[in-house]
């Protein structure tokens, strides 16, 4: 086979990034952009740890591991948050569909 | 300062000095004293006026020419006309007709005068509870000053300012009873009708300033006739009216006729007669006062003066205005009901002759009659106010009747007031009084003119040649003064008959309808006094009260006295006298009496020789009974009271000319309908255009402009510039707004792919600069 590099690590992370931006772009589940979102901030853990590995030399150090965390610590919390967001959304609306909440149209 | 001249000062100013003190203390000096401070300050100028009549008919002729020309002046102004010095200078004229006509205004006033104090003790003299009676004689002095002062101007200049004080003092007068309506309106019409015959004399005054440069008579007379043998002057300036040439009228024409138009207006000539009627709303003793010593008197005694600066054209526009004066007045005469509107009528008539006189050259005759005029005018005038005063003020004929019992001195005077306009005498006897003697004199001058005119050799000779005395056209005549002034610089009586010779022939009517008008003047006298006072009484609650008052008639036989006196003595000569200078050197003619003396200015008698008709042996025969005649009419119709004249006067023409005369001959209307109409009318456009386009223009201009500036502000500033710049910020929020707006579509997806487009395109952005920078 060939060598795993950064750079197969990049295309992956770029593809999540990008799939998740097409599904909270094109999707009108609050529930599926939700997803979307954990695809995008997924995608950018995978490059924080990615570039952590591949461009510290070898040296012990942790900083894209530790950033990886972070993203999914406010992962946890976003989620639980957008819930929140989603049920309250569902409560006024009736419904999880996010065009119909276009209430702040100009 | 002569003595005499002296006296007749005092005696003009005495009047105004009294004036001044009935103006100031007259209330105080209470109701019959000031009538009576009056009549001394009018007796204390007969008195001066005796004095020097006495002392002039004692001279000699070469003391009264040096009286005449040592005569002081008080230099009142001096102006300055094309760089010449016209002073204006007070002299007094000392002449016989300065004298004469002093004499005659004072003892005439004095009458008037006691019998205003008799007439005005019986007449209501209150306004408001108010008494106006010193006012009345303040007047009276006012108007004796005027008059007096008028005839001792030797200036032009100051018989103006005389005669616009007579023409003042008229319109107080008249307008006494002020508070009655047709007082006031006839006070005013008298003004206003004077204002328009002055008018003309100003304008004649300024071309005398102008061209004669001077306003001494004199002077003046002997400038004139300077200009008019050189051709210069005045006699150069041709008549230019608003660029229309006038061809055979020089100016000199023009300023005789404008000097005789102030006479017009105060003589009551034709076409302004129409005042003096209406002037008896004034007083009787006023009517008296204006109608034969003053006012009317005034207008004659101009033309007299001026005589010297008329042409030959003037003098005969002069005697045709006279001519048309007496015939219709006289004819108005006959059928006035009121007593004082008759007398009125036929002063107008005998003033017509008057002018008439003049015209015609009959200088002494027109003054004579002016004069004798006078004296029985003021006699009847005085009678009405007796009658009038007796009947507790009616003044209608027709309801008098039988009076000669009740007043029987005013009843005699007053007849020979009648007989003495009516030209009472026996033909060529020299018997007669009044007007037989002075209406005489103007009838023959008129006869000469008409008749022995050419046969004299004179009259207009246009285009012949006919030896020394040819004088071919206007210009002519005065060619031909030259040379006999040059050839003769003394010979003033040749150049004068030259000159006459130029005087027209008279026409015909001239002479006949002046005859007619002698008839018809003791017919409507005598139909007045018959019906006054003989036949019956007609009504009897009139005739009950009817009384007379001494101090009434007192005067009147002073009068009748004067009347008879002097239509023999002292007037006639003197005037005669005064004739030679008065007349010398003019350019129109002045022939009266017989030779070349005192008696006649050119030379021309009244003889009958050259086969000619002596003019007094012909009107003998014409009109010698003319007052029997016209006096018998008049006592065949009125014998019985109205009854016969009331039948005559519904046949049917005479129906027609009565109602025509009895309007007046519709002058009244005439004038009031296109001149005051007229004038109301002009004014009324005038005021409209006035009103229209000045008084609401302004306001609606302002209004419109007003308008328009709110308009532009409203929509130009406000809506443009205010609104429009608030708008603008508005709308440009409103565009960007709405530019703004487009993405935010509230769905969140597209946030969401804006989100990313935009930090995608930041970092494409930053990856090319990056490149290009390292590259």
């Known amino acids: 086979m060939f060598d795993i590099g950064l750079t197969h690590y990049l295309v992956v992370a770029t593809l999540l990034f990008v799939m998740g931006v097409f599904v909270m772009v094109t999707k009108r589940n609050a529930i599926g952009i939700l997803i979307g979102v954990e695809m995008v901030l997924n995608g950018a853990s995978l490059n924080l740890i990615a570039f952590n590995r591949y461009t510290t030399g070898g040296l012990p150090r942790v900083d894209g591991q530790v950033g990886s965390l972070f993203v999914i610590v406010l992962a946890a919390a976003e989620a639980a948050l957008a819930v929140a967001i989603c049920m309250n959304f569902y409560k006024n ?5 996010v065009d119909r909440g276009d209430e702040l149209a100009g | 300062m ?18 001044g003190v009935l103006a100031f203390f007259g209330a105080r000096i209470g109701k019959p004293a000031a009538g009576w401070c009056a009549v001394a300050a009018v007796v204390g100028s007969l008195l001066l006026s005796t004095y020097v009549t006495l002392g002039w008919l004692g001279m000699s002729a070469e003391q009264k020419s040096a009286a005449t020309s040592g005569a002081h002046a008080w230099e009142w102004v001096a102006l300055s006309v094309h760089g010449v010095d016209v002073p204006i200078l007070f002299k007094v004229k000392l002449d016989a007709l300065t004298v004469m006509m002093y004499f005659m205004v004072t003892l005439v006033s004095t009458c008037i005068f006691v019998f205003s104090v008799g007439y005005m003790s019986g007449h209501s003299d209150e306004v408001d509870g108010q008494s106006k009676y010193h006012r009345f004689f303040a007047y009276l002095c006012l108007f004796e000053f005027s008059m007096l002062g008028l005839v001792i101007s030797s200036s032009l200049f100051f018989l ?5 004080l007579v ?4 319109y107080l007068l008249i307008g006494f009873y002020f508070d009655k309506k047709y007082a006031s309106n006839a006070a005013m019409k008298a003004f206003i009708t004077n204002r328009v015959g002055d008018f003309g004399f100003l304008a004649g005054l300024m071309l005398v300033m102008f061209f004669l440069h001077t306003f001494d008579l004199d002077q003046a007379a002997e400038t004139f006739k300077f200009q008019a043998i050189g051709g210069t002057g005045i006699f150069a300036a041709s008549v230019n009216i608003f660029g229309w040439q006038v061809s055979g009228m020089t100016l000199a024409t023009l300023m005789g006729v404008g000097l005789f138009c102030g006479a017009m207006g105060k003589s009551a000539q034709f076409p302004l007669q129409v005042w003096l009627p209406d002037a008896m709303a004034g007083p009787t003793p006023v009517s008296a006062l204006i109608h034969a010593a003053t006012m009317v008197a005034a207008g004659v005694y101009l033309v007299a003066r001026i005589f010297r600066l008329l042409t030959p054209d003037a003098q005969f526009f002069i005697a045709v205005i006279g001519l048309i004066t007496l015939t219709i007045t006289a004819l108005i005469a006959i059928v006035q009901t009121d007593i004082k509107k008759v007398l009125a009528y036929s002063t107008l008539s005998q003033l017509g002759y008057m002018i008439f006189g003049l015209g015609v050259g009959a200088w002494i005759g027109a003054l004579f009659h002016l004069i004798t005029h006078a004296f029985f005018k003021a006699m009847l005038f005085l009678g009405s106010g007796q009658v009038i005063e007796g009947c507790h003020h009616e003044q209608d004929i027709r309801k008098m009747g039988g009076l000669s019992k009740k007043m029987p001195v005013t009843c005699w005077t007053f007849f020979i007031g009648v007989l003495a306009i009516a030209g009472f005498g026996i033909p060529l006897a020299h018997v007669g009084i009044g ?5 005489d004199e103007i009838l023959a001058v008129a006869y000469e003119r008409t008749y022995n005119w050419e046969a004299r050799g004179f009259g207009d000779q246009v285009g012949q040649p006919a030896g020394e005395h040819a004088l071919p056209a206007h210009a002519g ?3 031909a003064t030259v040379r006999l002034a040059s050839d003769n610089p003394t010979g003033a009586e040749e150049r004068e008959t030259a000159i006459a010779r130029h005087v027209p022939v008279l026409p015909k009517f001239m002479f006949w309808i002046p005859i007619i008008i002698a008839y018809i003047t003791p017919f409507y006298m005598m139909r007045c006094w018959w019906l006054t006072f003989m036949g019956k009484p007609r009504d009897h609650h009139v005739y009950d009260h009817a009384h007379e008052s001494p101090l009434m008639y007192g005067p009147l036989v002073v009068l009748a006295i004067g009347t008879v006196v002097f239509s023999y003595v002292m007037f006639r000569d003197n005037i005669a006298g005064a004739g030679v200078a008065a007349t010398d050197a003019s350019l129109v003619v002045a022939i009266d009496g017989g030779k070349k003396t005192a008696d006649n200015m050119l030379g021309i008698t009244h003889h009958t020789g050259h086969g000619l008709v002596d003019p007094h042996a012909a009107l003998a025969g014409i009109v010698g009974f003319a007052w029997l005649v016209g006096m018998g009419i008049a006592v065949l119709i009125y014998r019985n009271g109205l009854a016969i004249a009331e039948r005559i006067r519904r046949i049917w023409p005479l129906s027609w000319i009565y109602v025509a005369l009895e309007q007046k001959l519709f002058f009244d209307h ?9 004038t109301k009318w002009v004014l009324a456009q005038l005021s409209r255009a006035f009103d229209t386009y000045i008084v609401d223009g302004v306001p609606n201009l302002l209004a419109k402009v007003t308008v328009g500036l709110a308009n532009f502000s409203g929509r130009i500033v406000d809506a443009g510039g205010v609104d429009g710049l608030i708008d603008g910020f508005a709308d440009t929020a409103q565009a960007a707004g709405a530019v703004v707006r487009q993405p935010q579509t509230g769905r969140i997806r597209n946030y969401i792919l804006f989100g990313t487009a935009g930090a995608s395109l930041v970092v494409i952005a930053i990856v090319l600069v990056t490149y290009a920078g390292a590259r």
Do not use: H, R
Request: with cysteine; net charge negative; hydrophobic share 50%.
């Open chain 2, 477 to 479: 005549m005065l060619g």
């Open chain 1, 93 to 97: 609306l009736n419904t999880v569909d």
């Open chain 2, 2 to 19: 002569s003595g005499y001249e002296t006296a007749l000062c005092l005696g003009v100013a005495l009047p105004l000095a009294m004036f």
């Open chain 2, 160 to 164: 103006f300012v005389f005669w616009e």
């Open chain 2, 435 to 439: 007007g037989y003697f002075s209406k």
């Open chain 2, 167 to 170: 023409g003042l003092c008229s």
């Open chain 2, 670 to 678: 005439i004038y009031d309908t296109v001149l005051v109409g007229g």
